[in-house]
């Protein structure tokens, strides 16, 4: 039985320690805020509640294989998964409407028939066809597999199998999702439908990778999901099975420092939270300077809190992926309504923005800033556990700002964004009982990450500039978990990368993932 001290109780923290636990070690887990659940918060006023971070969860079956991996008691025993039909509804600029129903490609193209027409509906399920290759291709290297040490075969070559554009007598193939959108999608409103994939994960579809073109396939193909009573029951229903494994949990305990002995980790310095079990080997109390004694340290946090924990000790080899910063983040703006939520309303509906040149230049540009127009996601969830009655409606706004954004411009952007959504929710303003935003701050606050960036998955091509840092580290023992790490940010990546880590750990260096 190993000693292993888990930092951050994020998802993928969670994950990785309810599956350890079950493997027969001692774990514990140690968080700086006074809760678990990484981004997976919730803010509850006057009878209203509201998610403030991931509002919906794609492939649910990441969470059933961990319940499933570490006790009887299946995830649907635990938290009612209600799947979203239709899976998102699109208002683009010039007015059109589009509903696009839940895992269902060819019901996608025939709503894009309906709404479109038959030449780009065909142009859509067309290019789908070559997202779902590119997601056979890159499935288990990106997802079910450790980075491998040669990860440079995923930096170079592009998986995407775009179709040759010829133009002033050269012929080209799309390499980034603008290119593909202009290329071969040809129309303003599938451009919007395909570049908004990128922009909802704070990424610039002008320099994004065609091989992204699995964000839409993973919609389509696999679904999207809502967690009744709010997404913030997925964490408590993660942190709950691990009680049940009894991993130990010490929230307010700030580690300050990765420990080695002989050439290996050691344990974990921190300050602050509950003192751990006698006879754990850990040494301290709940002051400052406690010491917790273990064979593995699983990190889950962004790569310069780790090199500052690790204290100046190389954490990555020479040419390894170290990752980048994120340099995007999300405002969030909470909405509650007086009068119920009318019958038939979406549950997503994304509000294209009006001049989408206009929008990438303000985010992505130098100096990055606030667009006048904003994509606005609004999440109108049919669940009276959010509401303090039927005749009362709470609604998410979230759009993507640089990490870091602060100030009285976000007070505008937000008054930007209720403008936005008031395209598809009619009469908002005059039905407005109270608002809170949530900013990068906020975000901040919640998981640790610098100027509120929010991790992007991992994707393919681009020199490797998507990949993540591999969960194995040059210091044995030490191991990192969750959206900063292999395989990225969102949901389901979180959970993977904590199964990536439970076996890295269980079977050792050669585990290559699930079979």
Known sequence: ?????????????????????????????????????????????????????????????VYRDLFLKTGKEPLEARVELVQVDPSSHHVFADGT????????????????????????????????????ETWDRTRRPLLEEPLWPDWQVLAGREPYPAVPHRKLLRTRTAGTLSEVAAWELRDPRLASLLEGYALEHGLDPRSTPASAAVLPYMEHAFGTW?????????????????????????????????????????????????????????????????????????AGVMPGVLDRLTRGTRVRGEGEVVGRFGTASRLTVLLALRGGRPEGTPHRTVVHTLDREAELESLFGSPAGLPAHPTVTVLRPDDPALVPDADHEAVTLTSAVPAGSAGPGLDEHARNMITAAERAVPGLRGRLLHSEVRTPDDIAEATGAEGGAVPVPALAAAGGRLLHPSNSTGIPGLLTVGGWSHPGGGLPHAGMSGALVAGLIVEGPEFRGSQ
């Open 226 to 298: 809502y967690v009744r009573g709010g997404m913030r029951e997925l964490a408590r229903a993660v942190y709950e099975r691990c009680l049940a494994r009894r991993v130990e949990f010490h929230f307010g305990a700030e580690v300050t420092g990765v420990l080695e002995k002989d050439g290996r980790v050691a344990g974990v310095e921190f300050t602050g939270g509950a003192s751990p079990d006698p006879g754990s080997g850990s040494g301290g109390g709940s002051g400052s300077g406690a010491v917790a004694e273990a064979d593995h340290v699983i």
């Open 1 to 61: 039985m190993a000693r292993i001290a888990v930092i951050g109780a994020g998802l993928g923290s969670m994950a990785a320690a309810a599956r350890l636990a079950v493997a027969g070690h001692r774990v514990a887990v140690y968080e700086r805020t006074d809760t678990y659940g990484g981004a997976l918060r919730r803010l509850e006023r006057e009878g209203f509640a509201f998610d403030t971070g991931p509002g919906l969860l794609p492939l649910p079956a």
């Open 97 to 132: 409407r589009v509903p696009l129903p839940n895992a269902s490609r060819a019901g996608v193209v025939s709503a894009l028939d309906a709404a479109l027409g038959p030449a780009a509906a065909n142009r859509w399920g067309d290019f789908l066809v070559r997202a779902r």
